[in-house]
């Protein structure tokens, strides 16, 4: 009798880039040196056997999301599938609330679920370092996704160390107004704004601070090398930028290539003072706190 169950549910986390320094393009992508947070805002995709060769995403899905070969859970699903070809199909559920192409991580996350989902509905003999060579190959925060924490990135930010973190930080996020904004096109921008940048050096003074667990010395060493690209593709996010900071956080950026914005609260009803504030002013806004674990299966 099959000890495999029929169905997994798997719950991954979004992520903010706390620093943020890009650099040259090398082999088509930039290099980059960033600090990873992932934050408390959760996608959660269910995965269950199905028919030999199926392979399918149902969901009610918001706009942007595809259900064909380009979605990133389909294509982490038939990356497993072809590498260790099993018996059964799966059919993917997935329940969104990652903003999309919101600058969270949250297409990576959806794929470091299916391949968590998929690895242990199919029994495969995979261990973690596999699973992050396999996210890597799909997408450069697929790794962080499934390791979660707080971690140093570097090349593309799919080689990871994790980063010792103390504490824990209250984040009041922002959603972008104007739709998403498209990865490589914040990048081009940034290519226009920066034709000659500098190789991306390790954020050291965030990553000490860090170790402190004092939100305040965190929120003095926050960056992100894309913000202005990202505001320059949509100018609102530098008013909202200020709209935060005099709501009383301690600091804000935008979230990797935007437009959610995040902004670090002093405590947690310091954030529930700034969320009420941004409230009030007409923005979308999610209190979440940090840093959480990665992919985990939770049924
Ligand atoms: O790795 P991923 O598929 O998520 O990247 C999407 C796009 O974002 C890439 O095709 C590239 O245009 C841009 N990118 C980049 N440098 C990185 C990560 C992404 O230029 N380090």
Redesign the pocket.
Known sequence: MSMEPTMVKVRVPAKVNLGLA?GP?VS?????ATVFQAVGLYDELVAELAEPGVCELLGDLPDGVTVGEDN?AIRAARLLMARFEPTSGVRLRLRKRIPVAGGM?G??ADAAAALLACSVLWDLDTDPDDLLMYGAQ?????PFALMGGAALGT????RLAPALSRGHYHWVLVFGAEGGL???E???R?DELNPTPASPSVPTDLLEALTSGDPHAVAEQLFNDLQPAAISLQPKLGETLEAGRAAGALAGIVSG?GPTTAFLAASESAALDVARQLKAEGHQVVRVQAPVAGAKIIG
């Open positions: 890009v393009v088509g992508y930039h290099q980059i990133l991580a297409g990576s799909l997408g450069s925060d697929v090349d593309r930010g799919n498209s990865t490589p914040v990048y081009r940034f290539s």
